[in-house]
């Protein structure tokens, strides 16, 4: 009895903790300690080729390669983190509210999502950070405005779907109050479907930052940032091409990552309702 | 009731299951099951849920999913064994019975026709599949057919996708897909559980017509065991995947064998087993209906007509008195969930009076499975509607500890161990949801009470459990019941008084007795049948 | 009826939201166009001269007004940066209409990719019963949809360009000289794009299938002695494919916004490159139009896919 | 007069020049494809400002007098000229035969509408801003143009290279740019670029080579390198070092120094870097050595000041100031000294569009932290660096470049002037205002020298900014052209260029 309802270990989990663990791990680890310094430059070093010291080669100023990986793991993580819960928490409040209680409100929320929608993403990141200028904090915000409407949407639907549940209106009839009813009847009740989506969101970040970096509106140097080390090494695809090569693997690394440690969840969490 | 055997000399044997059994993952769900079916007979297979009769017939037809196993055993059909034990499934061989000489009707007529394809079209598509006719052939035969299954306006229903037709003509048409082809052995799933009362004496008046000009064999599937002594010739008795009795209906049913047999035919909500009334003289009223009316704004119109009100509920009054049990019965859609929104103001429109005697009174809800929160363990649910009541009423405030105890002592009141106390809703059955459910209603006491048809969902044994607990706690607490259900049996069997509903109105109200034996309605009586 | 002007009204509701919101930006954000065509060797009276000649000298609401006046009479301006032959500022229209075939045969090329490959995949992948080959095709999926397309298109560019050299990177050919050369040069950005999104609609519609395949009426087709490639293509797939056009839906969307990195990727002169550009020169009637034409695009291309939602699913078509 | 001869001698060398690699076998005819930056701001040659601009409408339009590859200005529209002893009156004789690629002569009238139009004497807007000075154009007869300033200055001279266009071309300058030089325009289509055809009239003899040039715009400088390897492009300038190098072996690569100075720009007023000391440090800080080595693979010019090194007024001696490597105790000392022992924060603005810039600056930040200062990049679009540092300067300190963008060292040295308009980093010395003034006033060439020296060597002694280098120009080209001269100004001369068997 006890052992049919425990949650069923599985392989995307199993695959998905490893390797969110690991580039996680590399992230922090990052921020105390790199075998090489991320900064410090050698001209004698310029463009060495993947080795036994340099496991990923180093770049145009000699700098090792997998230090600024680990180092811009950090900075696509912690910017990714900062994105999600930045929007998560905001669409959640935002959803929860208009999704609930409905009315003008709901309509207003509900145009300017759509036109959010519709206004490309990118333009509008384009335009956020022309308006606040780059940095770490800037992006942040930038990605975090526009990730929330997909949040929103997410979280309206649910609250709307909950809304009408039986049980939230037998707690209605029982005089639970309004906050209450939202936060602590019906969050806990979307936390899966809110889990999969921060995953998703997580990898839509990570993406976004560093196509940012890449268009050159992301974090700045001497900040390492993936996609920043992919778009600086795309004038050395041919005299070192480990130096696009590594950046755009750990980028694949930590969103494959993600979606698998989300499908694993998934997978998990259905095991539970089975 | 009874119902006369065919007895015809022609009758030969069309299914033989001998000792089947069948496991999933290792576990044996059906165990050496042997049942025969000869033309011209209906065989009902009665059992509680998950009893194993699904998994037997889903093994018949050969729609078994991929994880279940044949393990022992042997189908025989018109002679042809289609699947043994030690045999891997033949898919052509099946495909060869399947839909020409054997069909089966499903117990979900909502979903088990393809919402994107026309209802014409689904039925065609059997005849196409196993016969050369040609196109406007076929047209006239599923026309035909869907005439001959009680489907009037047969160009109509032809054309329409499966939402656009009632639940009942729906599974008309599943009806039309298994008997077009002539085929030799029906099965039928639980066809009727879904539907209303007055669709169901139908639907199986016309299974049994079907089967008396058609004399095939047909095998009926049901929980309701006197639906099965309306229809069955015989009935096989399942119990956790074992047989245990089989026999002639009436033999069954005057001279059950076996104990687990004689529970399920006791378990039934018969007018045979009246209320024991516990109503308690009082002139006291816990609830006055004043001329209630409820209507929906009616959103398909366009932005340039007015809003058209669409009523539910039309010109309602009635009182309930402490301690009595008034039900309410009629057909689907006839307005019972829309009152009972509106008396405890939860309804946007409505005109009248709702004056509540008591405070706060609470529901409970058909469904058990959604009623609960499923995020929160028993002793929270329970806890929960105690803290809101302190916050609202400084004088029913109480500390955890004492909510902790009351939340105790009310699960063991529901009958239910301390050990459910930590636990999640998924975690339980049924039977079990809804007896916290009612526990949380209960939890405040609130004095009154609507069910809205709170053990619908349930299983016999289980209906009766529950409707015993909520008499019993109604005593003890001196409660009022509104107690609603389509079901006039357990109607009966709760309550004191009787208000019968249609279209929105109340067309009959009055003493359970007088009710059921002198209707003044003809509607009451069609529910009577 | 209703649902088309409501529709409407959503469409120029956002619309206007969406061109206020552009205008506003550019009010605040530092940089005007003046000063970045004349960089930082102009006299002042030439500065002066200049913002009166584009008309920068009135009040920003009445730009906005006359604007807005002449894109409802279908004057879409004339671009503050780039000039024309003829003795006249481009106008908006032209620049853009040069521009557009570039982005727009991108999309549809990729679109094209996505649903040719990813519809049979999917369902060849939704009917494949081995556990291993479900494996394969799961992880496949999984990591090509972890690939972001500037990465991809670097990759592309690398393998493709520079070691198998199949392609010259950046040898973009217009599609005026040689369509043939074009679609061909097109064809590189447009698998960077497509590939990811290839992968997601698979798994997508594969998913899609096996929900519905859990479904009764499947049960019901099967009794009926349909095949399964009967119940497959017959009953499934069409059922199936309705979350999924409108997840095609949103991956136009997405296109069109991955294309703006991708044509930065692959130097293609569309109209991502041109929106960078001239965001990046404060061309302010450029960037005006070319979001409006985007967010037009992207609304209705959901207003399309609400319409195929109304037509393959007689549900909705009922309840409206 | 010494310019005019100088002209003389140096069209004479360019003569030479072109006999020996004539003798190499140049082919008439052939058309190639030029890769550029960015896109034409303007085809009217006197609006246009941008330097991308310039060097291609090099090609289609002269003035009376234009540039050559060695920094002189020789004759061109104008057969020759003189300027009167109080530096007032400029008087040119057209040379014969120059005809405009529509097919008539170039006349008086054309040259007074196009000098009169650029003075802003037409319209009241001037459209190049040293031409404010002049007061009137006569014609004195059909081959003699008289000009009359109102202030003598010596480089107004270099001024002259203004287009000449047909007289009331103006208003169609934009859609039908017709000038005098070796190209003629056949089409522009923006973001994708010009095509020029050659001008079969072009009163230089034998010039130019090609049939059709065609300015392409690559998106960036990583694209270029791969439409250079794809064929797509022939020739493309402004390459990197890692580029260059990549390029070696299949195509001719050749650089010279730009006319580009670059330069950590600090904000004299902002509050740590108006103390002179601090600024000192800054310099000492620096080593240029290893920015050169990494940024411009050892091909750039090292400069204390803000002089070209090909410009005639330059003053090498400046370099020993600083030194060209880090001297970390000695910036360490100023900055102990300036009271900023422990260093402080330093927000260096980038305009992110130059990559060069960029990477400079990650190389002086980790050579900033090595005395103590904390320096951050900002990298910041075109648009934002213009408003905000340029004409805002609200900015803390800055890696740019500013360009000579004609021959005149006043053009590099007159922004340092406390109230000059384009005295971006607020560098306020009486002393050099003084002697600008001095200078602008002498016609005397020798004094003239000195005093650009004495003014250059203010700017490096008062640490105005830290000057860090004439970066290379390096310019790959097919192996099968030739010709191909560098000029210390933007230009790209195709007149040149041709095919070699
Ligand atoms: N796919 C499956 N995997 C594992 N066990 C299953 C599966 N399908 C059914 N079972 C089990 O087989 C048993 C018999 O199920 P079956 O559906 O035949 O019951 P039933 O008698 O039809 O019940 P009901 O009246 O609820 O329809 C149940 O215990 C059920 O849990
Ligand atoms: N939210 C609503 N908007 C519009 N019409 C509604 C709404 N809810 C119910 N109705 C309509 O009101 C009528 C009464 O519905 P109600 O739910 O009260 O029926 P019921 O008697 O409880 O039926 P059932 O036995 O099926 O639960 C029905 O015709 C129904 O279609
Ligand atoms: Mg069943
Ligand atoms: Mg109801």
């Known amino acids: ?112 999502t759509d036109a959010v929608n519709g206004f490309p993403s990118i333009l509008l990141t384009l335009v956020i950070i022309s308006l606040l200028g780059k940095g770490r904090q800037n992006v942040i915000i930038a990605l975090g405005i526009v ?95 480990w130096y696009a090569l590594f950046p755009g693997l750990a980028i694949v690394w930590i969103v494959l990552g993600f979606s698998l440690l989300g499908e694993g969840i998934r997978k998990w969490d259905g095991s539970r309702a089975e | 009731m009874k119902v006369e055997q065919q007895k015809d000399s022609k009758q030969k044997k069309i299914v033989q299951i001998e ?110 599949l196993h016969t050369d006719l040609e196109k406007e052939k076929r047209y006239e035969k599923v026309l035909e057919t869907f005439q001959a299954v009680g489907l009037k306006d047969a160009k109509k229903v032809y054309d329409s996708y499966p939402h656009q037709l009632s639940g009942g003509m729906r599974q008309r048409v599943m009806i039309a897909m298994a008997v077009i082809l002539h085929p030799d052995l029906i099965i039928a799933d639980e066809p009727t559980t879904a539907l209303d009362v007055t669709i169901q004496t139908q639907i199986v008046e016309l299974l049994k017509d079907i089967n008396k000009s058609e004399q095939n064999a047909m095998l009926f599937i049901t929980h309701d065991l006197n639906l ?36 399920l035919i006791e378990a039934v909500p018969s007018r045979l087993k009246p209320r024991i009334s516990v109503k308690k003289e009082s002139n ?89 929160n499923p995020s929160k363990t028993i002793g929270w649910l329970l806890m929960e509607p105690l803290r809101a009541a302190g916050i609202l009423d400084k004088k029913c405030a109480m500390s955890k500890a004492d909510r902790k105890a009351a939340a105790y002592d009310m699960l063991a009141r529901v009958g239910m161990d301390e050990k459910y106390f930590h636990r999640l809703p998924s975690e339980l059955s049924g039977g079990q949801r809804q007896r916290i459910s009612i526990a949380q209603a209960l939890i405040t006491n609130p004095g009154f009470i609507i069910a809205d ?76 049948v | 009826m209703k649902f088309l002007i409501k529709k409407i009204c959503t469409l120029i ?206 049960r019901t087709a099967y009794s009926k002695g349909c095949s399964k490639n009967q119940v497959m293509f017959g009953h499934v797939l069409k059922n199936a494919m309705m979350p999924v056009i409108t997840f095609l839906g949103m991956m136009i969307a997405e296109i069109l916004a991955g294309s703006i990195v991708v044509e930065q990727v692959f130097a293609l002169p569309g109209i991502g490159r041109l929106l960078i550009s001239s965001v990046g020169t404060r061309d302010l009637p450029v960037v005006e139009i070319l979001i409006l034409y985007i967010t037009f695009v992207v609304i209705f291309v959901y207003f399309i896919v609400d319409i195929l939602y109304r037509v393959i699913d007689p549900r909705i078509r009922k309840s409206e | 007069d010494g310019t005019g001869e100088s002209s003389e001698d140096t069209s004479s060398k360019e003569q030479n020049v072109q006999e020996t690699e004539i003798s190499e076998g140049p082919v008439y005819g052939g058309s190639v494809v030029v890769g550029i930056q960015q896109d034409i701001d303007s085809l009217d040659p006197h609006k246009a400002t941008a330097a991308g601009t310039k060097e291609i409408l090099f090609n289609v339009f002269e003035g009376l007098v234009k540039p050559d590859e060695n920094g002189n200005l020789i004759c061109a529209v104008a057969s020759d000229y003189s300027i009167s002893d109080d530096g007032l009156v400029y008087t040119f004789t057209l040379r014969d035969g120059v005809k405009f690629h529509n097919g008539n002569d170039v006349t008086c009238e054309d040259v007074k509408y196009s000098l009169e139009r650029a003075a802003g004497l037409l319209d009241g807007t001037p459209l190049v801003a040293t031409l404010q000075t002049i007061q009137s154009v006569d014609i004195l007869d059909d081959k003699t143009v008289q000009v009359t300033v109102d202030t003598p200055n010596t480089e107004l001279i270099y001024s002259f290279v203004t287009a000449i266009i047909p007289a009331g071309s103006g208003e169609d300058a934009e859609a039908n740019p017709v000038g005098t030089g070796p190209f003629s325009f056949v089409s522009y289509t923006p973001q994708e670029g010009i095509v020029l055809a050659k001008n079969e009239n072009y009163w230089q003899e034998g010039l130019p080579y090609l049939d059709e040039v065609d300015f ?145 600056a990650e190389v002086v930040v980790e050579q900033l932290k090595a005395v103590g200062i904390n320096a951050t990049i900002d990298a910041v679009e075109w648009n934002t660096w213009l408003e905000d540092v340029y004409t805002n300067r609200e900015y803390q300190a800055t890696i740019s470049g500013i360009t000579c963008s004609d021959l005149t060292p006043g053009y590099l040295l007159n922004r340092f002037q406390t109230d000059s308009k384009k005295n971006f980093v607020n560098f306020k010395s009486t002393e050099y205002d003084e002697l600008w003034k001095a200078t602008q006033a002498t016609q005397d060439a020798a004094e003239k020298a000195a005093d650009y020296k004495k003014l250059q060597t203010i700017l490096a002694d008062e640490a105005a900014s830290a000057f860090i280098q004439v970066p290379a120009n390096t310019t790959a080209f097919n192996k099968n052209l030739a010709g191909y001269k560098f000029y210390p100004i933007y230009v790209q001369d195709m007149s040149t260029v041709y095919f070699v068997k």
């Open chain 4, 216 to 360: 392409k715009i690559v998106g960036s400088a990583d694209t270029a390198l791969l439409e250079l390897q794809g064929g797509s492009i022939d020739i493309y300038a402004y390459l990197t070092d890692s580029q260059a190098n990549e390029l070696k072996d299949s195509f001719n690569v050749i650089s010279s120094p730009s006319n580009v100075v670059q330069a950590l720009f600090l904000n004299n007023d902002y509050e740590p870097l108006s103390d002179v000391k601090v600024r000192q440090a800054i310099c000492y800080a620096l080593d240029k050595d290893m920015v050169n080595e990494f940024v411009a693979g050892g091909n750039g010019t090292l400069i204390s000041s803000a002089m070209l090194p090909t410009l005639k007024y330059y003053y090498e001696d400046l370099n020993d100031l600083y030194g060209t490597s880090a001297n970390v105790e000695k910036a360490k000392e100023l900055l102990t000294e300036a009271g900023y022992a422990d260093g402080f924060d330093l927000a260096i603005a980038v305009p992110s569009v130059y990559e060069f810039h960029m990477q400079t």
């Open chain 2, 19 to 128: 000792d089947l059994s069948v496991s999933f993952d290792g576990m044996e769900v059906v165990k050496h099951v042997n049942i025969e079916v000869n033309s011209g007979e209906i065989v009902g297979i009665v059992g509680e849920s998950g009893s194993g009769k699904s998994i037997t017939s889903l093994t018949l037809m050969g729609l078994l999913s991929k994880q279940a196993q044949v393990t022992s055993g042997k189908i025989i059909v018109d002679g042809e064994v289609l699947r043994e034990a030690d045999r891997p499934f033949d898919e052509r061989l099946y495909r060869r019975f399947q839909g020409s000489r054997m069909s089966m009707i499903f117990q979900e007529p909502m979903t088990s026709l393809n919402p994107t394809k026309k209802a014409g079209v689904q039925v065609d598509e059997i005849v196409r």
């Open chain 2, 228 to 263: 099965a002594r309306r229809i069955c010739h015989k009935v096989v008795v399942m119990k956790d995947g074992v047989v245990v009795e089989a026999d002639e209906t009436e033999k069954i049913f005057m001279h059950p064998k076996e104990a687990y047999t004689r529970n």
């Open chain 3, 13 to 218: 509701m956002t619309l206007f939201l969406v061109s206020v919101a552009a205008f506003l930006a550019f009010q605040v954000i530092p940089g005007d166009v003046v000063r970045s065509i004349l960089g930082t060797e102009a006299t002042p009276e030439r500065e002066a001269q200049l913002r009166e000649e584009l008309g920068l000298d009135k009040p920003p609401v009445e730009r906005y007004i006359s604007w807005a006046d002449d894109v409802l009479h279908g004057d879409f301006g004339v671009s503050y940066r780039y000039s024309k032959n003829m003795n006249e500022m481009m106008p908006v229209k032209e620049l853009i209409g040069d521009k557009l075939p570039v982005t727009l045969y991108l999309a549809v090329l990729s679109f094209v990719m996505i649903v040719l490959v990813s519809i049979p995949l999917g369902v060849l992948w939704a009917k494949c019963g081995s556990r291993f080959l479900d494996a394969v095709f799961g992880v496949l999926t999984q990591v090509t949809m972890a690939v972001p397309s500037f990465f991809l298109g670097i990759l592309v560019t690398y393998l493709c360009g520079i070691v198998l050299k199949w392609f010259v990177p950046g040898g973009y050919i217009s599609y005026q000289e040689n369509m043939t050369g074009f679609l061909a040069y097109l064809l590189f950005p447009a698998i960077s794009i497509a590939l990811p999104k290839i992968a997601m609609t698979a798994r997508f519609l594969r998913n899609s299938m096996l929900t519905e395949m859990k479904l009764d009426y499947v």
């Open chain 1, 147 to 241: 990730f929330i409407p997909s949040f929103v949407r997410i979280v309206r639907g649910e609250f709307l779907r909950l809304r009408d549940a039986d049980y939230i209106k037998r707690a209605r009839l029982m005089g639970v109050g309004r906050l209450r009813i939202l936060f602590i009847h019906i969050l806990p009740n979307i936390f899966s479907v809110l889990l999969v989506s921060v995953m998703i969101g997580f990898n839509n970040a990570i993406l976004a930052e560093s196509g940012m970096s890449y268009l050159g509106i992301g974090v700045q140097a001497p900040d390492a940032s993936l996609g920043m080390m992919l778009s600086d090494a795309q004038g050395y695809l041919q005299t070192a091409p």
């Open chain 2, 453 to 528: 048809e709170p053990v619908s969902a349930l299983d016999v044994t289980i209906q009766a459990q529950i409707m015993e607990l909520l008499q019993k706690l109604q005593e003890e607490m001196n409660l009022s019941y509104l107690f609603i259900s389509h079901d006039i049996n357990v109607v009966y069997h709760m309550c004191d008084r009787i208000m019968v509903m249609k279209d929105g109105r109340m067309i009959e109200i009055g003493e359970t007795e007088d009710i059921f034996h002198d209707p003044k309605e003809a509607y009451t009586k069609s529910l009577l």
């Open chain 2, 284 to 372: 006291t009223k816990v609830l006055t209906v004043k001329d209630l009316s409820v209507y929906y704004e009616d959103r398909t119109n366009s932005i340039f007509k007015k809003k058209e009100k669409q009523y539910a509920v039309e010109h309602v009054s009635f009182d309930v008195y402490e301690g009595e049990s008034l039900g309410l019965v009629g057909e689907s859609g006839c307005g019972k969930t829309s009152l009972s929104k509106a008396i405890l103001g939860m309804q946007e429109h409505m005109s009248g009076e709702v004056s509540c005697h008591v405070s706060r009174p609470q529901m409970i809800f058909q469904d058990p499975y959604s009623s609960l």
């Open chain 1, 1 to 112: 009895m006890e052992n049919k309802k425990r949650k069923k270990w599985n392989g995307y989990l199993a695959a998905g903790l490893f390797m969110t663990g690991l580039a996680v791990f590399l992230g922090i680890l990052g921020y105390f300690w790199t075998p090489y310094s991320t900064t410090a430059m050698s001209a004698a070093e310029k463009f060495t080729a993947p080795s036994m010291h340099h496991i990923f080669g180093t770049d145009n100023f000699g700098r090792d390669i997998f230090s600024r990986v680990m180092q811009g793991l950090g900075t696509t993580l912690v910017i990714s983190t900062s994105v999600v819960l930045f929007s998560a928490v905001a669409g959640v409040l935002l959803g929860a509210f208009t999704g609930y209680f409905g009315g003008i409100l709901d309509e207003i929320l509900m145009r300017i």
